[in-house]
């Protein structure tokens, strides 16, 4: 498979004052464009280290990952971080928020009236046109979470990481923002590597789930592609059977071969 982004033989040790610790040993993924990659694993495997080394937030011990064959180091706008806890300028209205991050990237390349209207497009993906002048603490959780998801975009990153995008909202809306995340991948083409906790949602929004075992010295144990065709309907795909034996796969990683308290397998 190309390696649009391509992570090699990567390593993670930190110092702590109990000694090193290594979260990450011999990391290895390769990820096409317009892939749809879920990373799922127990609590404290090292989703988040290996989101962040991506986002260029952390630097490996050993490896190294490529983007387009250019190594990756530092933070930079080709790489969007959506988390979990919204991070939106509490002072700042939902059109400032997208537009600090509009101006930011595409301040030299845009006119102001087309940062303008690229401001509005993103908000109109992902359904918040109604809200452009409210503030962070007017709207909801999954408000909050559409308006991070549209910044990203609004940047046009080459690589979209969402680190649990989802986790903090109510079931349903946490459907729908599925839902919309899916819709606006198809249309858009992102390459997008999310974390997750949650086995529906993976096998749902993915082209593959790579599975972490636990760590110290967490590793990729298992990649499962999801061949399901899209578009995705959550209604219709509950008792598919190729719906049904990826879940099984995943929920069997993780609490048969993989459960936690369970020595790993060597
Ligand atoms: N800066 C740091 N210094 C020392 N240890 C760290 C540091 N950051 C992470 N760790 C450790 O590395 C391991 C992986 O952490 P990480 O946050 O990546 O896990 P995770 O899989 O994202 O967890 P969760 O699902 O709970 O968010 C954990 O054992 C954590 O304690």
């Known amino acids: 498979m190309s390696g649009y982004l391509s992570i090699e033989q990567v390593g993670v040790q930190f110092d702590t004052e ?3 610790f290594v979260a990450l040993r011999d990391v290895n993924l390769k ?22 080394l991506v986002a260029g937030l952390l630097e490996t011990t050993t490896g190294a990952i490529l983007l387009e064959d ?10 969007a971080v959506v988390f979990q806890n919204h991070s939106l300028l509490p002072w700042l209205s939902v059109y ?20 303008h209207d ?18 962070p603490h007017e709207i909801s959780g999954g408000m909050k979470q ?35 995340v899916m819709e606006i991948q198809a249309r858009l083409g992102n390459t997008v590597i999310m974390i ?19 760590g110290p010295a967490a590793t990729i144990g298992e990649i499962l592609p999801v061949t399901l065709p899209r578009p995705r309907n959550r209604l219709t795909l509950a008792d598919n059977p190729t719906y049904v034996k990826a879940r099984t796969a995943v929920m069997e990683f993780l609490y048969a071969r993989h459960a936690l308290n369970k020595p790993e397998a060597a």
């Open 70 to 79: 250019r190594e990756v180091s530092t933070p930079g706008p080709d790489r």
């Open 118 to 135: 690229w401001v509005l497009h993103n908000l109109a993906l992902v359904g918040m046109s109604h809200a452009v002048e409210r503030r």
């Open 31 to 52: 990820v096409a464009q317009g892939e749809f990659i879920s990373i799922i694993g127990h609590s404290g495997c090292g989703k988040s280290t290996l989101l962040n």
């Open 196 to 214: 997750t906790h949650d086995v529906d949602e993976a096998v749902l929004l993915s082209d593959r789930i790579v599975m972490m075992t636990n």
């Open 146 to 180: 559409r308006v991070g998801i549209a910044r990203a975009l609004s940047m046009e990153p080459k690589v979209l990481l969402l680190d649990e995008p989802f986790g903090a909202l109510d079931a349903l809306t946490r459907a729908q923002l599925q839902d919309k």
């Open 18 to 20: 109990r000694g090193p």
């Open 96 to 115: 400032d928020n997208v537009k600090l991050a509009v101006d930011k990237v595409h301040g030299k390349t845009k006119s102001r009236a087309e940062r």
